[in-house]
């Protein structure tokens, strides 16, 4: 007799198997001393993230009554800001208390790999049944798994860049050597498109895995608006900086004038200048800013300070996902730009699974523009929105403390980059940050 394969559990096996291989493949290129290092107060050690998304798994899995034997692993370490999960280590101190250690971490991620596995068969034979509840916990640690293997990437380009060694560097497991072949566009569009207004339901419409916080979809009113057809350029943005934009008060809002003040900003994070050029170490080594890539590593307050040079502004979370998602031919919304059912390829859009390990040029991707004509609105760079992070009206948590605590003093951000899985990304996706921080992947478009 032929075993019926429970579609939505073989569907989360294999999406666990995927997502948990791919963290080890990011891992794997470490040495021990890169591994346990916290580059930054804003960032984790990777042997950290490793066993912190395990250690997610294993809160499920005890939720839902799994035994665990794990006596050597202290959970302390390994909880972010969960407060319903009792003690937390200081973000700060990650780097400080470097416990599991890495051979720890990776046998605890062997471990679990089993359990879950374990776990997930069982409810296909049928001795547990699958909640809708079991479904989204076990999607949303995957997801979450996914969402820290892009902080990782941040934190491997935050390291690695102290090291004014070019070669000195992290060395990703694959890149793409199509990467001159890929969907380059050598035109450069930089034209405005026009979006109509009127009635839009913002919010997640469909089947599938969507955050909490993407939901309920609800109408917003929009004016009629115009917004860039690309996100902005290095080369729009050196422009910006040659007219001394760092230094006229005019443009920044005034919390942004105190960072400028006191950091003494004067570029985007790991520029610096040799003989008048603008150079970056990045994933390739150390090398001349490329003009015509998106801009990368800005503040919110650098995207607005440039909007308001450009004499422009920056779109609000609504108009950024209408210009993606709303074709008017069929009367309604899609998931992606180029349409609702065909997942991001490379064709369509430069995500972590491109392999490119950078941005690609502006105008990229004509597969994958919106039916307004905006390009990369998916993948390449995040883009920051002029809207604060807060929950839709009817918000109701799924899994709290994950998305709802944080709802404050955030700015969002949309459309993914270059390092953002491709099973995580989609119109509707909310990112957010601090307007300050910059160690993200986080370039913008404007509107006006
Ligand atoms: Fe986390």
């Known amino acids: 007799m032929t075993k019926v394969i429970n579609k939505v ?10 997502v948990r291989k791919l963290t080890d493949d990011l891992f794997k290129t470490l040495s021990i001393e890169d591994a346990v290092i916290q580059s930054d107060p804003f960032g984790s050690p990777p042997n950290w993230h490793i066993a912190h998304v395990t250690w997610f798994f294993h809160k499920i899995l005890l939720k839902y009554g799994q035994k665990l034997n794990l006596e050597k692993i202290n959970l302390d370490y390994l909880n972010s800001y969960y407060q319903k999960f009792e003690k937390i280590l200081p973000k700060n101190d990650r780097g ?6 890495v051979s720890e971490s990776l046998q605890y991620r062997k471990y679990l790999d089993k359990k ?22 076990l999607q949303l640690a995957n997801q979450h798994e996914m969402q820290h293997q892009e902080l990782m990437i941040y934190d491997f380009q935050n390291y690695f860049e102290r090291f004014p060694d070019s070669n000195d560097n992290y060395c ?16 450069h569009p930089k034209e405005m498109v026009k979006i109509p207004g009127g009635i839009f339901d913002i919010g997640f419409y469909g089947d ?21 057809s690309t996100p902005v350029s290095n080369g729009d943005f050196i422009k910006f900086i040659e007219e001394d934009g760092y230094e006229r008060y005019e443009y920044w809002l005034a919390d942004g004038w105190d960072v400028v003040q006191e950091f003494k900003w004067n570029s985007p994070l790991y520029w610096f200048k040799i003989d008048d050029v603008w150079m970056k170490k990045d994933f390739f080594g150390t090398l001349a800013i490329n003009p015509y890539e998106p801009v990368i590593n800005v503040s919110y307050y650098e995207a607005d300070a440039y909007a308001r ?3 422009k502004r920056l779109p609000t979370e609504a108009e950024w996902e209408k210009a993606a998602s709303w074709n008017e031919d069929l009367e309604r919304k899609t998931r992606y730009p180029w349409g609702n059912e065909i997942r991001p390829t490379q064709e369509h859009a430069n995500l972590l ?19 307004y004509g905006c390009y990369q609105m998916i993948g390449d760079v995040w883009e920051w929105t002029s ?7 009817g918000f109701k948590s799924r899994f709290s403390e994950y998305t709802d605590k944080w709802a404050i003093n955030q700015k969002v951000l949309r459309g993914g980059s270059f390092a953002t899985p491709r099973r995580q990304i989609r119109n509707s996706y909310r990112n957010y940050f601090k307007p300050h921080e910059r160690i993200q992947f986080s370039g913008f478009r404007c509107a006006k």
């Open 96 to 101: 400080r208390f470097p416990r599991p250690t």
């Open 208 to 228: 599938g895995f969507s955050y909490d916080n993407e939901l309920p979809e609800h109408k917003v009113y929009l004016y009629p608006y115009e917004i860039d």
């Open 172 to 187: 990703p497991f694959k890149i793409n050597d199509n990467f001159d072949k890929q969907a380059q566009n050598k035109k």
């Open 116 to 137: 879950v596995l374990l776990f997930l068969e069982k409810i296909d034979e049928g001795s547990n049944s699958l909640t809708k509840e079991i479904q989204y916990d």
């Open 353 to 371: 699974e491109s392999f490119l390990w950078k941005p690609a040029l502006c105008g990229s991707y004509e597969k994958g523009k919106s039916f």
């Open 387 to 393: 809207s604060e992070y807060s929950l839709y009206p």
């Open 9 to 18: 559990v073989e569907d989360l096996i294999s999406e666990f198997t995927e």
């Open 309 to 311: 040079w450009a004499k």
